[in-house]
């Protein structure tokens, strides 16, 4: 296969060739840019008695090591840790290159110079949302915002946006990977976008005017928030008419969440539309998508761009890479990535169905495709599995549990302990609103029944509430992002595992 990069052939591929040409790419970029440029590969490459000239083939990257959050944190000892990760080229190195010195030839000295620095030199971050952690810093060149037009260009194409459509990005602003990516999608598809800067910039009444005023067919939002604003909508009996596709992320979309969101748009005046979810982290410096389906139809799979990047999926237990169609681990490794670079980066993140290659069944495209549910570690922060009342509860679980129960429209789950003392016993709220006319008993008993029969739970107290008052609760407009899960112990609580 010729170069993927190609413009239109990212989308195109086979799975071997592909994979070959993933191998050349990935020693290439190990012996110019990682190697010789990141002290911490640098430190890992030598104490394994390893070079570039190891690592040829995809399957050479078992020789090193994983990368996980841990190794991302700071220290006492290296309170600046993540620089470490950071491509610091020698300009003496680079001076000495071949390439770099026809280019000065060719261009003059000085454009070269300029070059190599915007190529090189960071100039934007990124940040992880740690709750539990500290946020960690994700520094990007030039290359590497040409890159975020790229790979959300590429998610807008998935769209089928047109240049006379219009985009309202809703999701929150703030030094995260989802707003800035999709503010360049825009940019690079030369296509109308207002980034509102979601709730707390706007709230969701200044973002109902947005679209109101701007009449956008395409809406970009975390499923959460938009669920409140387009609630908001059908409220104040608002006319939203011309929107045709949703895209989601930031949060997992469950099934129940994509019809809510659909019946609502039906509700403002816009039937029939698509939804796309996206799925990415800050460690990648990318997201990706799947093609827009309606609710309702099976998820194709999330679509990953194989000329930038490797993604492996492991045994979470043994490391062990697992075969194409077997559910892990995503564990990460980019091909052309300047700033922070991480190799064999170990989300945590576990999907479903693993890796397919075979071409999609909605969009025909042929490249690799993450399928099934992704359980995010990230999302859930330090809740992934508690004790709640001498029961593990998986969370991801149990919010997939509620945002798929027909009849409800938001939802917290508010985790305390009985008279606010720390030894006490656990207390388990749920807040609840009904879907449009929906019977609040009726409800009450539904989330009852799957507590019980599903997660072997009896909740204290089942509360519903108006769509105003969920808004409070969740912080919509106050907090970054909405609160589905609170906890509400006292902080001296036994530690968390
Ligand atoms: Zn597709």
Known sequence: MSNPRRKNQWQDLDRDSTIAWQGRCLHRYLSDCVVPFSLHYQRIFKERGLTAADIRTVADLKKLPFTSKEDLLPTPENPRRTLDYVLKPDPKVLARR???????????????HDELDREWRPIFMTSTTGRSTEPV???YTQHDIAHMGLGS???????????????????????????????????????????????????TEGNLRAVQKLKPQILVAMPTFLYHVLQQAVEQKLRLEGIRLLVLGGDKVPDGTRRK?????????????????????????????????????????????ADQGIIEIINPDTGEVVPDGTGGEIVWTPLDQRGTVVLRYRTGDRCEHGITWEPCPCCGRRLP??????SRVSDVHALRFQKVKGTIVDFNELERALDDLPGIGAWQIELRKAHDDP?????????????GS?????????VRELLHSHFELTPNQIVTHTDAEMRTLQKVGVALKEQKVVDNRPKSDAPRT
């Open 137 to 139: 810093p994700f520094l």
């Open 261 to 305: 969101l659909a019946e609502l748009c039906a509700q403002v005046g816009s039937p029939d539309v698509r939804v796309m979810v996206t799925y990415g982290f800050t460690e990648a410096k990318f997201a990706w998508s799947e093609c827009p389906v309606a609710p309702g139809t099976s998820s194709p799979g999330y679509h990953l761009y």
């Open 423 to 435: 030894l006490d016993l656990d207390e388990l709220n749920v807040h609840v609103t009904p879907a």
């Open 438 to 446: 929906g019977n609040a008993s009726s409800l009450e008993s539904s």
């Open 98 to 112: 071949p390439s770099i010195i026809l280019r000065a030839l060719l261009h003059g000295r000085s454009r070269v």
């Open 369 to 374: 495709r993450i399928c099934g549910k992704i």
């Open 153 to 203: 260009g590429r998610i807008v194409e998935m769209g089928g946006v047109k240049s006379d459509e219009r985009m309202v990005n809703m999701f929150p602003f703030a030094p995260h990977l989802a707003f800035w990516y999709m503010y360049y999608s825009g940019i690079d598809r030369n296509v109308f976008a207002l980034a509102t800067g979601g709730g707390k910039v706007m709230g």
